[in-house]
Nanobody, 120 residues
Framework: QVQLVESGGGLVQPGGSLRLSCAAS????????MGWYRQAPGKQRELVTT???????IYADSVKGRFTISRDNAKNTVYLQMNSLKPEDTAVYYC??????????????WGQGTQVTVSS
C-alpha cells in the first residue's frame, strides 16, 4: 500500500508564489520518477513537471522559468515551487510517482489533488 499526500495549495494573487509538497509513504523500495500534473475546469489533466531519482527534470513550456521541482529522496517527498503565478495556473494539482514496491512490483500512484487558485 502506497499513499501520496499533497499539501500547500490555496488562493494567491497574480504574481504571487506558492509551494506544494507531496510525501510518499508505505511499502516503498524506491521512487523512480515524481512529478506534478494539473487539471483546470473543463480541461484535460496535463503534465506540469517531473523529476527522476537522479535529478533530471522536465517542464511544460507554460511553466518554464516560473516553476521549480525538487525532491528530498530521504523523505520520499517532492516539492513544487511556483512563482509569478498567473490566473491560467488555476487548477487542481496532482502529485504523481512511479514507485517500486517492497516485494518486487512497481506502479504509478496519484495523490488526491490540491487546489491552486490564482485570482485578485
Amino acid at each position: 500500500q502506497v499513499q501520496l499526500v499533497e499539501s500547500g495549495g490555496g488562493l494567491v494573487q497574480p504574481g504571487g508564489s506558492l509551494r506544494l509538497s507531496c510525501a510518499a509513504s508505505g511499502s516503498i523500495s524506491s521512487i523512480y520518477v515524481m512529478g506534478w500534473y494539473r487539471q483546470a475546469p473543463g480541461k484535460q489533466r496535463e503534465l506540469v513537471t517531473t523529476i527522476t531519482d537522479g535529478g533530471s527534470t522536465i517542464y511544460a513550456d507554460s511553466v518554464k522559468g516560473r516553476f521549480t521541482i525538487s525532491r528530498d529522496n530521504a523523505k520520499n517527498t517532492v516539492y513544487l515551487q511556483m512563482n509569478s503565478l498567473k490566473p491560467e495556473d488555476t487548477a487542481v494539482y496532482y502529485c504523481n510517482a512511479y514507485i517500486g514496491i517492497l516485494g518486487g512490483s512497481s506502479g504509478r500512484y496519484w495523490g488526491q489533488g490540491t487546489q491552486v487558485t490564482v485570482s485578485s
